[in-house]
C-alpha cells in the first residue's frame, strides 16, 4: 500500500510558477517511478510527465516540455513539478501516482493511466489571465 500526498497548488497570475509536491510513504520510495497527471474539468486526465526510480530518466508530454520539470528526493521520499510560465490552459487538478517497483513505463508507456497502481487525492491549480 502506498500513500500519496500532493501539495502547492494554488492561484497563480499567466507566466507565473508554482511548485508542486508528491509525498509517498508506505513502500520503499527508491523503488519506484512516478508520474503526474492533470484533470481540467469536464476533460480526460493527461499526462503530464514522469521521473524513474532514480531520477535518471524523465518524459514530459509535448506541451509541458520545457516548461515543466520533474525532479525526486528519494531521502525525502518526495517527487517536484516545477511548473513555469504557466498558462490559464494549465488550471487543472494535478494527481501524481506510482509505478510498480521495478517498472519504468515499460507496460502501457508512461502516459497511460494503466502504467500507474496508486494515486494521489490531487492539488488544484488555477492560473489566471
Known amino acids: 500500500q502506498v500513500q500519496l500526498v500532493e501539495s502547492g497548488g494554488g492561484l497563480v497570475q499567466a507566466g507565473g510558477s508554482l511548485r508542486l509536491s508528491c509525498a509517498a510513504s508506505g513502500r520503499t520510495f527508491s523503488n519506484y517511478a512516478v508520474g503526474w497527471f492533470r484533470q481540467a474539468p469536464g476533460k480526460e486526465r493527461e499526462f503530464v510527465g514522469a521521473i524513474s526510480w532514480n531520477g535518471i530518466s524523465t518524459s514530459y508530454a509535448d506541451s509541458m516540455e520545457g516548461r515543466f520539470t520533474i525532479s525526486r528526493d528519494n531521502a525525502k521520499h518526495t517527487v517536484y513539478l516545477q511548473m513555469n510560465s504557466l498558462k490559464p490552459e494549465d488550471t487543472a487538478v494535478y494527481y501524481c501516482?506510482?509505478?510498480?517497483?521495478?517498472?519504468?513505463?515499460?507496460?502501457?508507456?508512461?502516459?497511460?493511466?494503466?502504467?500507474?497502481?496508486?494515486w494521489g487525492q490531487g492539488t488544484q491549480v488555477t492560473v489566471s489571465s
Open positions: 501516482a506510482t509505478q510498480p517497483p521495478g517498472y519504468y513505463c515499460s507496460r502501457y508507456g508512461c502516459h497511460d493511466v494503466r502504467e500507474y497502481d496508486y
